[in-house]
């Protein structure tokens, strides 16, 4: 079974779909989730800066540090 798709931005690396979104915790700090669409990998990361928007390209660096790990 997949993930759904609402409410998250589609991501896709090394020609595998992952799906992101940026949600707070239960102390009021926005987290980044990275789930791949068949669910095997669900990554939560705090935010590096609150001020600066998350691009591609950061996405792309989080799951490089996850697959090097």
Same mark, same amino acid.
């Given at each position: #079974?997949s =993930? !759904?798709?609402?409410?998250? &931005?589609?991501?896709?690396?090394?020609?595998?779909?992952?799906?992101?979104? =940026?949600?707070?915790?239960?102390?009021?700090?926005? &987290?980044?989730?990275?789930? !791949?669409?068949?669910?095997?990998?669900?990554l939560e990361r705090? #935010?590096?800066?609150?001020?600066?928007?998350?691009?591609?390209?950061?996405?792309?660096?989080?799951?490089?540090?996850?697959?090097t790990e």
């Open positions: #079974m =993930v !759904s798709p609402k409410e998250k &931005r589609k991501h896709i690396y090394n020609n595998k779909t992952f799906y992101w979104f =940026v949600i707070k915790n239960d102390e009021g700090i926005p &987290r980044i989730h990275i789930i !791949s669409d068949d669910k095997k990998i669900n705090a #935010m590096f800066d609150k001020e600066v928007p998350v691009t591609g390209a950061y996405i792309n660096k989080l799951l490089n540090e996850y697959f």
